[in-house]
């Protein structure tokens, strides 16, 4: 990414802070990042990239200055997004779904019904968002445990194997690529992608 760009590619309807975006919109923390039909975005914050499909809303929270609080990176707060974090703790909020990081990839999707979280690589603590009670742990190296939380508090194992689903390890080698990352799997460029668009 060139100094000064937050904005990788866009394509359709994207804004930032309610405001259309171009490849010149910086996007920082504290902002809401939203796309439309048939829309995508691809973009950095920091050390963290990530790729909005149509949509999708996203927000980021100011910094956290309380030692006590684990900050979080992001809030999915409807739609589909692939993400790269650098390593630390924090977490990922969706309407439904808490997600614990330490520096992962990791696919969202968020309905009111339910969230579809993929930790692609790295580690991941998986909880509903009403009862951190319920609650998961997952250690991936390649895509390995795909889950649905489910916001249906009347179903017993709100936590579910899912599907692997709507990403792939070329995007994902995209994103790391744009923070100066390369996933910890070889990725050849040779291989054909699973997907034919980003939205």
Same mark, same amino acid.
């Given at each position: ?37 048939? =829309? ?15 949509? %999708? ?35 990922? $909020? ?27 690589? %790295? ?9 951190? %009670? ?10 390995? $445990? ?35 990352? =390369? ?17």
């Amino acid at each position: 990414m060139p100094t000064g760009r937050s904005i990788y590619e866009l394509d359709g309807d994207v804004r930032v802070n309610g405001l259309p975006a171009t490849l010149q919109t910086l996007i920082r923390l504290g902002d809401k990042v939203e796309t439309g039909e048939e =829309s995508y975005v691809i973009f950095a914050v920091n050390k963290d990239a990530f790729i909005l499909r149509s949509s %999708g809303m996203m927000t980021f929270p100011e910094p956290v200055t309380s030692p006590t609080i684990k900050p979080t990176a992001f809030s999915l707060d409807r739609g589909k997004a692939l993400s790269v974090l650098a390593s630390r703790n924090t977490r990922i $909020a969706t309407p439904n779904a808490v997600v614990g990081i330490r520096g992962t990839g990791v696919y969202l999707e968020t309905t009111p019904e339910l969230s579809y979280v993929c930790t692609c690589y %790295g580690v991941a603590d998986l909880a509903t968002f009403d009862d951190p %009670g319920i609650n998961e742990t997952i250690e991936s190296e390649h895509h390995d $445990a795909p889950r649905y939380i489910l916001a249906d508090t009347n179903v017993k194992n709100r936590i579910q194997p899912a599907p692997f689903i709507n990403h792939d390890d070329q995007e994902l080698l995209l994103i790391e690529t744009l923070v100066g990352r =390369s996933p910890p799997y070889s990725v050849p460029k040779s291989v054909t992608r699973t997907r034919t668009q980003y939205r």
